[in-house]
């Protein structure tokens, strides 16, 4: 069944091209996340991510949470970097497997460990494919992934196929938080062509002219972080080239 959040995304999909701002509680302080998210809001962001490859979690992610919510009307959902990264001050968590992970725990076990949260928090699961493409960064790194090639799309449109069979709604590839690169447009392309659910693209997209490039390939969701870290101003621009 469709929750109200997926239901969100979906509807305005049908309209257009999204955009996720993905606040990392390791790199932001309260007050820069509230700030982080009434910019987004105002550049015309869709969500607000809330994660990191570290664990976070507790008291200080529910109040990270509560304090965006109060300073935005967008949806806040969890993008989990542990087992435990659950709060029931959140819309929605993206309840992922990672795909290309080496390690069983990542594509299962932690999905096993953390359900009972999930329900007991009541919070809505989205169920996402992750795939983790070259250079991967510290979350290829802290997911034991065997990172796909840059210049093999065939292997991500394959795992992208798979994570659609397996009933995940959403895809996501990850070029890894400050990636020095976008995915490839031509890996978006390929992915697209093969599989009927929305992707979603993040890491390294630091220019409109980069973002442009992946929504013409076929993106439907662009996530940045580091962006409203360095440079909010750049975020506007990012979103419009999204969106036009």
Do not use: C
């Amino acid at each position: 069944m469709t929750g109200k959040i997926e239901k969100y995304l979906l509807d305005k999909l049908q309209k257009e091209k999204l955009h996720f701002s993905l606040v990392d509680p390791d790199s932001f302080s309260i007050d820069e996340a509230k700030s982080a998210a009434t910019i987004s809001e105002e550049a015309g962001s869709d969500a607000i991510l809330i994660g990191g490859s570290t664990h976070t979690l507790g008291n200080y992610l529910d109040i990270l949470i509560e304090s965006i919510k109060a300073s935005t009307k967008l949806p806040v959902i969890i993008f989990p970097g542990g087992v435990a990264q659950v709060s029931p001050k959140a819309d929605a968590i993206l309840f992922m497997s990672y795909m290309n992970s080496r390690n069983p725990y990542f594509i299962t076990k932690s999905q096993a460990l953390g359900s009972f949260l999930v329900k007991k928090t009541g919070i809505e699961p989205i169920p996402t494919g992750y795939l983790v493409v070259e250079p991967g960064e510290t979350v290829g790194w802290m997911g034991e992934a065997d990172l796909i090639p840059r210049k093999k799309p065939q292997i991500a449109a394959a795992y992208s196929l798979a994570a659609q069979y397996l009933g995940m709604r959403f895809v996501y590839l990850e070029a890894g938080s400050g990636a020095p690169e976008t995915v490839t447009p031509e890996m978006v392309g390929l992915v697209k062509k093969v599989i009927d659910i929305p992707l979603i693209v993040g890491g390294g997209i630091r220019s409109p002219e980069s973002a442009k490039k992946l929504a013409m390939a076929g993106a439907d969701i662009f996530v940045t972080g580091t962006i409203i870290e360095k440079e909010k101003e750049k975020l506007f621009d990012i979103i419009k080239a999204i969106k036009s």
